[in-house]
């Protein structure tokens, strides 16, 4: 089995699967904006900057004021350079434009001032320029510092469509079914999930999105950040380059808690500040 994306095909002007949701973008004037997306305070969208404008590429999910995180396959420039020409990253978070292929020019975006990328885990700690002022509906995310069980429950927000059902429900895989697809992804600090109604590895197959859980912690906060979803792992080799799908693929997403030292240190504050330590319910 291999994964949809590969970084030797991120680095290649043609080998990555053709984008349908670039090049049929979806836009709040064609549909809807799933309402439980527009009220998501801690989702902001990644974009890319170039003379064309700007293209989004997926969601950022924000951990402080300056700090937000998504997949390291999003956060790789080589393909969005050879497509649209060369540019740089922008942070958008309008309510409805962090969700558009292709917003006005006029929307706020912050620019992006360096990208952490950890390809072993598939995650990538974004710095911006300025802050994110918070309130309304734009609030950071606590991350979850508690193991997750077999029993937790866990959701994901679909952004690459942002109409219809958004609000996913996710399952860890057990190992001996996760395995074979991706060996030893324990040690890499994957988080492997089961296949799930709803799926699309060919609009999908980047992840980014955050994933939730529901923490018990008194008095702390209710949702927290589990993880980032991450490529979805097949057997049919035209799901592997995201030209079909394949509703019985497995997904391994980066486990954020394994990375909050690293992300503090890039923020400028203590771990112990990004986390909730509640038992995830």
Not at 71 to 93: D, E, F, H, L, M
């Amino acid at each position: 089995a291999q994964d949809v994306t590969t970084p030797e095909a991120e680095a290649s002007e043609t080998a990555e699967p053709a984008d349908a949701t670039l090049d049929n973008p979806t836009t709040t004037s064609e549909k809807a904006l799933s309402p439980r997306l527009k009220s998501v305070r801690f989702i902001a969208g990644l974009f890319w900057a170039s003379p064309s404008g700007l293209q989004r590429r997926c969601a950022a999910t924000i951990i402080t004021s300056n700090t937000l995180v998504t997949s390291a396959v999003c956060a790789k420039s080589n393909y969005p350079a050879s497509k649209y020409g060369q540019g740089g990253w922008r942070i958008v978070t309008g309510a409805e434009e962090r969700y558009m292929q292709t917003p006005p020019n006029s929307v706020q975006a912050y620019v992006v001032k360096n990208v952490d990328i950890d390809e072993c885990s598939n995650i990538a700690i974004i710095q911006i320029e300025g802050n994110i002022s918070f309130g309304g509906s734009l609030m950071p995310v606590f991350i979850s510092s508690h193991p997750v069980s077999q029993a937790s429950t866990m959701y994901t927000f679909k952004t690459s469509d942002p109409s219809g059902n958004s609000f996913l429900g996710v399952t860890q895989g057990v190992t001996a079914a996760c395995d074979p697809y991706l060996p030893g992804y324990t040690d890499s600090n994957f988080m492997c999930t089961q296949p799930i109604l709803g799926q699309t590895v060919t609009d999908d197959y980047l992840g980014g999105d955050p994933i939730i859980g529901f923490s018990t912690q008194p008095d702390g906060p209710l949702a927290v950040l589990v993880g980032i979803t991450g490529l979805y792992y097949s057997t049919l080799e035209d799901a592997q380059h995201a030209i079909s799908n394949d509703a019985t693929a497995y997904r391994f997403n980066a486990i954020v808690a394994a990375h909050v030292t690293h992300i503090a240190t890039i923020a400028g504050v203590s771990a112990e500040s990004l986390v909730s330590t509640g038992d995830l319910g």
